[in-house]
């Protein structure tokens, strides 16, 4: 049966798609549910553009290209639409682009019950119809819907699918599971001795404590932090107790080892060092239950007392991870209210407060922010979050992380990115711009985003041009401060003139540095030409002559700026010149 299987998958030109692991990587082809990208405005700015399919291929495009270009094993179609059209129906998505311009050979998979629901999308009058529509659009497989199943043996019968095309997707899942050893064993590695032998391994929880480490990104600090080991900490709270981003009692897969909890990593850090006193503050449900029955009120009296005679508060604060994530959408992005009264009334006990924001989604935190001396974005970390954070809090590990999103000031900013466009009417004093009138433009906290416990200095950046159209971008980062750290550097490019409206600066590199204190380090940058590319108005991925703007910087808004161009004989002016802007 191996031999044959081996025949049938080797006729005709096929190759080895992603690695021999029997874990099939997967993402998502234009995956932004509940999103209508044919008609969605930017936000409520006068004059600002519309997004169309235009906008489609340069945001959401590349990363999925690259993925594939990487050796991706299967792609798996979104729940929306692309210009009126479900990916799940797509040809245009799945074949032309898939297929025909990227050369995909894996196996795509629709999203959970994706190909019944083009009934609802308004597409398909029944689930034969849907059957046909996916699969004639190069959709392999259906995930739990049964569409298929019911339907596709049928649509061979009738002449409506080829069996032909039936055996080329059948071959591609084959191939991918022929290609993992899955016919010789089909459960690999699936044994109790190798679960006992790696789950909560003492190496992986020291991994996990690093990635979490690594993600706390450090929003604002007014040299409150590091904390001291000494004196009289109170933890405030709801989202101290929380076991982060899992259910209540911790458990998944057969796990019994409880993650930990801020609080638990705070008790367990202040034995011998420190006074440690916990309330909770506010009441807060967590996939359905109620951790506290007591009136907000009662709770925020308690708190009161409780933090009293701190030298210092540590406010836990944020949402629960039920409120974020798939099939979670909010119109406000608020700390829920009972947190924001209890922060208020900390205010003013005129303690120093560290606010630690727990939440899988940008929030609005202005009014936190101010409060706060300091705000720690913590996420939501997993196994060793109650340690990692407590590692952060007490400076034995310097916060290295950088914001992959904006925080936005108000809701009314949706969505706020970067990489926008600069419109005919930048934002200026001018009445008759594109701005609003009760908000800076600006996001409170930038992409790429993060502070440190030491300070960094850029400086003598310069561009070189180098054969076959490729440019060298050099910077020196300077670790300004007194302790070691790491750094973000971060290279940004701007397209200056091109035949379509180009965003005002694309993410094209970052590398991280550690620097002992006072140490510089010369931080070298590769363009090429694929880097400069885009699709223009005619949907082609092409580069065009004309005038560039590097910029490098350890986040988006502050960076040094020098110009190159791209033509039949590229050249570079750098200049030592810092954009102007506010700090968040």
Same mark, same amino acid.
């Given at each position: ?6 025949r ?5 030109? !096929? ?11 997967? +993402? ?43 050796? +991706?094993s299967t ?17 245009? @998505? ?20 994706a ?5 609802q999308?308004? %597409?398909?009058?029944? $689930?034969?119809r ?8 190069g959709?392999?497989?259906? $995930? ?10 049928e ?10 095309d ?7 899942v ?12 089909p ?26 480490r ?20 109170? @933890? ?5 107790e ?13 796990i019994?080892?409880a ?21 909770r503050? =506010? ?6 239950? @109620? ?9 925020? %009296?308690?708190? $009161?007392?409780?933090a009293?005679d ?6 836990a ?24 009264n209890?922060?208020?009334?900390l ?5 120093p ?14 009014d936190?922010?101010?409060? =706060? ?10 196994t ?20 992959? +999103? ?12 970067y ?39 850029? #400086? ?6 180098r ?7 050099? %910077? ?10 790491e ?7 701007r ?19 550690? @620097? ?10 590769m363009?090429d030409?694929?880097?400069?590319? !885009? ?25 040094? $700026?020098?110009?190159?161009r791209?033509?039949?004989?590229p050249?570079?002016?750098?200049r030592?010149?810092?954009?102007t #802007?506010?700090?968040?």
């Amino acid at each position: 049966l191996q031999e044959r299987v081996h025949r049938v998958m080797n006729k005709g030109s !096929f190759e080895r798609v992603g690695s021999a692991k029997t874990v099939f990587t997967n +993402v998502r082809v234009i995956a932004a549910t509940n999103v209508d990208l044919e008609n969605a405005v930017a936000d409520g700015r006068f004059r600002e553009d519309l997004f169309y399919r235009l906008n489609v291929f340069p945001l959401y495009l590349p990363p999925l290209r690259a993925a594939v270009e990487a050796g +991706v094993s299967t792609l798996m179609a979104g729940f929306n639409d692309v210009a009126g059209v479900p990916s799940s129906a797509n040809r245009w @998505l799945l074949k032309k682009v898939l297929r025909s311009e990227w050369g995909f050979p894996g196996f795509v998979v629709s999203d959970y019950s994706a190909i019944k629901e083009l009934i609802q999308h308004g %597409v398909a009058e029944d $689930m034969r119809r849907a059957a046909i529509l996916s699969f004639k659009a190069g959709l392999d497989v259906d $995930m739990e819907g049964g569409v298929y199943d019911a339907h596709l043996a049928e649509l061979v019968d009738r002449n409506r699918i080829k069996e032909e095309d039936l055996d080329n997707s059948v071959r591609k899942v084959l191939l991918a599971k022929y290609n993992r050893g899955l016919f010789a064993n089909p459960y690999r590695f699936m044994n109790e001795e190798r679960f006992k032998a790696t789950t909560m391994r003492a190496d992986m929880i020291e991994h996990a404590q690093d990635m979490a480490r690594k993600s706390i990104v450090l929003l604002k600090n007014d040299g409150v932090l590091p904390l001291k080991p000494k004196g009289r900490i109170a @933890l405030i709270g709801p989202l101290a107790e929380l076991v982060y981003g899992l259910p209540m009692d911790g458990k998944i897969a057969g796990i019994t080892h409880a993650p930990e909890s801020l609080l638990t990593a705070m008790q367990a850090a202040s034995e011998g060092e420190f006074e440690l006193k916990w309330a909770r503050g =506010a009441r807060l449900a967590h996939y359905g239950k @109620l951790f506290d029955t007591r009136s907000d009120d009662e709770l925020v %009296v308690e708190a $009161m007392e409780v933090a009293r005679d701190a030298d210092v508060i540590v406010f836990a604060m944020g949402d629960s991870p039920d409120q974020a994530g798939e099939a979670a959408s909010r119109t406000m992005l608020r700390i829920p209210e009972n947190q924001r009264n209890l922060l208020a009334a900390l205010k003013i006990l005129g303690k120093p407060i560290v606010a630690v924001l727990s939440n899988g989604r940008p929030m609005v935190i202005g009014d936190e922010s101010a409060a =706060a001396n300091a705000v720690l974005e913590t996420w939501y970390l997993g196994t060793m979050a109650g340690s990692a954070i407590v590692d952060v809090l007490f400076g034995d590990y310097n916060p290295s992380g950088k914001l992959t +999103v904006s925080f936005p000031r108000n809701e009314g900013q949706i969505p706020i990115f970067y990489a926008r466009r600069n419109t005919g009417r930048p934002e200026s004093d001018d009445m008759w711009t594109s701005k609003y009138l009760d908000s800076p433009n600006s996001p409170l906290y930038p992409f790429g985003w993060g502070l440190s416990y030491t300070t960094f200095a850029y #400086s003598e950046l310069q561009v070189q041009a180098r054969p076959h159209a490729t440019f060298e971008v050099t %910077v020196t980062v300077t670790n300004t401060g007194e302790i070691a750290g790491e750094e973000v550097a971060q290279l940004y490019v701007r397209d200056m003139v091109a035949s379509i409206s180009r965003p005002i600066q694309l993410l094209r590199g970052f590398q991280k540095v550690h @620097l002992n204190a006072g140490q510089s380090k010369k931080l070298t940058f590769m363009l090429d030409e694929e880097d400069l590319k !885009f699709y223009n108005g005619r949907l082609k991925w092409v580069s065009e002559p004309g005038q560039f703007k590097a910029m490098v910087g350890g986040n988006s808004v502050e960076v040094m $700026m020098a110009d190159f161009r791209l033509g039949k004989e590229p050249n570079a002016r750098s200049r030592s010149d810092v954009r102007t #802007s506010r700090r968040p």
